[in-house]
């Protein structure tokens, strides 16, 4: 077998023969928070991707969960990301990976500067899974990032994606109407958030008689209702594991109701 000419090997492939360890393909890129203590952002996403080669790139960083006395927090900026974005595109990352995971954004400037990348990459690559995490908020807390991040996430980012997980209080916010209206008619207010590419939307959060949680799983073609045991619980992170989960199901082939399924069994394995 004869070995190609030097002059014929890409730079950004040469350097990674000379200077990385894992030279594996990269399969993922995964764009959100990180914190360097605590299960939320992409250190919940993390473990339940473990088969697969992951490009982390933070929107921010913080000490820990806001939730704590103190915290400290250093959010990146959109030319900060959109540079970053542009390295990695020029080391032929994005022509390897098969998906990219949205979560946490800290700012609308930072949702277009990651749209304006994708939107190139997903006309290049059609077949790209992009499943966007609208980490917004929740129920318990109310919003915990840039109000101006649900509309740009619906405007910029939602028609980039093959699906998306909001829960119920984050339906609300992209849809445009409150928690208590999404909630009376979830599989509506999904559907018009399809998108062009999207296949499908989780919506979870619902419960029925208060003991079991339901998660909603919207296509073009129909609904699913899957109905899990309710764990109570005030830890946070569960809705980027699921994320992870499901990611993580997807890419073995499953399809998107096998899938939710799996990713809520992964979750309660770890509140058990």
């Known amino acids: 077998m004869s070995t190609p000419d030097a002059?014929?090997?890409?730079?950004?492939?040469?350097?990674?023969?000379r200077w990385e360890l894992n030279r594996h393909p990269a399969e993922v890129l995964l764009i959100g928070s990180q914190v360097a203590f605590g299960s939320v952002g992409m250190n919940g996403v993390l473990p339940m991707l473990d088969e697969a080669r992951v490009v982390p790139l933070p929107t921010i960083v913080l000490s820990n969960l806001p939730h704590y006395p103190s915290v400290h927090a250093a959010p990146m900026s959109?030319?900060?990301?959109a540079g970053s974005i542009r390295d990695l595109e020029s080391l032929g990352l994005l022509d390897e990976i098969d998906s990219v995971c949205t979560g946490y954004f800290a700012s609308p400037d930072q949702v277009e500067a990651v749209a304006d990348t994708l939107e190139r990459l997903v006309a290049r690559r059609p077949d790209l899974r992009v499943l966007v995490d609208p980490t917004l908020g929740d129920?318990?807390?109310?919003?915990?990032?840039?109000?101006?991040?649900?509309?740009?996430?619906?405007?910029?980012?939602?028609?980039l994606a093959t699906g998306f997980v909001p829960n119920r209080f984050e339906l609300g916010l992209l849809s445009g109407h409150d928690a208590d209206a999404a909630q009376t008619d979830a599989e509506a207010a999904a559907r018009a958030l399809?998108?062009?590419?999207?296949?499908?939307?989780?919506?979870?959060?619902g419960t029925v008689a208060g003991s079991t949680l339901v998660d909603l799983v919207v296509t073009r073609e129909g609904r699913a209702?899957?109905?899990h045991p309710l764990i109570p619980t005030t830890v946070k992170g569960t809705g980027d594991a699921f994320a992870g989960a499901l990611l993580a199901a997807l890419r073995r082939g499953s399809p998107v109701t096998d899938a939710v399924a799996t990713a809520a069994s992964a979750v309660r394995a770890l509140l058990s």
């Open 225 to 227: 209702d899957l109905e």
């Open 78 to 81: 959109a030319d900060w990301l």
């Open 139 to 159: 129920a318990d807390v109310g919003l915990y990032t840039d109000p101006a991040v649900a509309p740009a996430l619906r405007e910029r980012m939602l028609p």
């Open 7 to 17: 002059a014929s090997v890409p730079a950004w492939e040469e350097g990674r023969t």
């Open 194 to 205: 399809l998108g062009p590419r999207a296949e499908w939307a989780v919506i979870s959060g």
